[in-house]
């Protein structure tokens, strides 16, 4: 599981560091509430920080 996790950890910093904009031109066209994606995608890191926890026990 440890494996699993560490390999989630660097996706999601991959994620936040390259691959954002590409994430925010893909899905806010999908939105209805855009003001909502730019918060989401902003805090994404930390959200996955905060539930990690659920995830891995």
Same mark, same amino acid.
């Given at each position: 599981?440890?494996?699993?996790?560490? /390999?989630?950890?660097? %996706?999601?910093?991959?994620?936040?560091? %390259?691959? %954002?904009?590409?994430? /925010?031109?893909?899905?806010?066209?999908?939105?209805?509430?855009?003001?909502?994606?730019?918060?989401?995608?902003?805090?994404?890191?930390?959200?996955?920080? /905060?539930? %990690?926890? /659920?995830?891995?026990?």
């Amino acid at each position: 599981m440890a494996d699993v996790e560490k /390999r989630c950890d660097e %996706k999601v910093v991959q994620f936040v560091g %390259k691959h %954002k904009g590409d994430f /925010r031109a893909d899905v806010l066209p999908l939105m209805m509430n855009p003001d909502f994606m730019e918060d989401y995608i902003d805090n994404y890191q930390e959200e996955y920080l /905060r539930e %990690k926890h /659920r995830s891995f026990i």
